[in-house]
């Protein structure tokens, strides 16, 4: 059994950064792939990065270049490093696994973000 909790939302100027992190409570070292989502206002859930078990990882366009996500298979974290931040990446932030491939099965509770024009 794996959960998941995140941390490290927050309010902030647009221009600036944040550190979400992710911490599960089981191991994650079989999980095949580990994902942040964000759901902003007046939109579906959205796919911003995914990395998988070896440190593959890919971006969703919206994000590309000012996001990096990151895992620590040993500690069971993951990070998602937000440089560059716009008003538009306000919202509430969720990270996921796939641990047996095909559907993200595990989720947290979602922690928000908000950025400040």
């Known amino acids: 059994q794996v959960q998941l909790e995140e941390s490290g939302g927050g309010l902030v100027q647009a221009g600036g950064s944040l550190t979400l992190s992710c911490a599960a409570s089981g191991s994650i070292f079989s999980t095949t792939l580990l994902a942040w989502y964000r759901q902003t206002p007046g939109k579906q859930r959205e796919l911003i990065a995914v990395i998988t078990r070896g440190g593959s990882t890919s971006y969703a366009d919206s994000v590309k270049g000012r996001f990096t996500i990151s895992r620590n298979n040993l500690k069971n974290t993951m990070n998602l490093q937000m440089n560059g931040l716009k008003p538009e990446d306000t919202g509430v932030y969720y990270c996921?696994?796939?641990?047996?491939?095909?559907?993200?099965?595990?989720w947290g509770q979602g922690t928000q973000v908000t950025v400040s024009s």
């Open positions: 996921a696994a796939d641990r047996f491939g095909g559907r993200w099965d595990v």
